[in-house]
């Protein structure tokens, strides 16, 4: 099993350019959430999934949108992004247990 | 307004002592807190939880104690070694949402 993969693992936008984070899982898993994190900072929630077809916002939720077609997917899209938005951005999956399995990251530049 | 503390950014221990990581909470609805472990480009890792109805829960030479009167828990590494140097996440949850609230984190150097 490859767990959570996450793709690109860095990238660099421009101010006002949009782009598609994305996020894989392997493990059936029914729960999947985006988190971000910011230097010196916890991970804040960006967006969760419950199941596919349903998705639901977390504490950070401005300029981002997503969506859930399959249980394997869930893939987070930046509109217009904005210097704000540089982070390092995790998905995450799990069962019904709160053990996450977090992927690796993707480490965004805006400028 | 933040409901997760963790007021120590870092610690450093030698190697075989004790570890201990402090978290200091707010929200009395918390039932279910658990601690994540992150090395260096990579994502967190679970480490150990605990229930509310617990005091102590206890995984091989990790231990977590909650206070829940005094709305804190602690992360007990025993023997520390140089592999457990990470940033270490408290992050309760409440009522089986899905909104983990993490801790900024402390940062554990453990020296050979």
């Known amino acids: 099993n490859a767990g959570v993969t996450q793709t690109p693992k860095f990238q660099v936008l421009k101010t006002g350019q949009s782009m598609t984070l994305q996020c894989a899982q392997d493990m059936n898993h029914e729960y999947m959430s985006w988190y971000r994190q910011d230097p010196g900072m916890g991970l804040r929630l960006i967006h969760y999934s419950v199941g596919a077809g349903i998705t639901d916002q977390g504490e950070v939720p401005n300029g981002y949108n997503v969506s859930r077609s399959t249980t394997e997917d869930f893939p987070l899209r930046l509109l217009s992004a904005a210097p704000s938005q540089t982070s390092v951005y995790f998905c995450?999956?799990?069962?019904?247990?709160?053990?996450?399995?977090f992927g690796s990251g993707t480490r965004l530049t805006v400028v | 307004d933040q409901q997760v503390k963790q007021n120590s950014p870092s610690l450093s221990v030698q190697e075989g002592r004790i570890s201990i990581l402090n978290c200091d909470y707010t929200n009395s609805m918390f039932d279910y807190f658990l601690w994540y472990k992150k090395y260096p480009a990579e994502g967190p890792t679970f480490l150990i939880s605990i229930s509310s109805i617990k005091d102590k829960n206890e995984d091989g030479r990790f231990t977590v104690f909650l206070n829940k009167s005094a709305k804190h828990l602690s992360l007990h590494i025993v023997p520390s070694q140089p592999g457990d140097s990470a940033v270490y996440f408290c992050a309760p949850n409440q009522g089986g949402s899905e909104k983990l609230v993490f801790g900024k984190g402390t940062k554990l150097t453990v020296n050979p």
């Open positions: 995450a999956s799990r069962t019904g247990s709160f053990q996450v399995t």
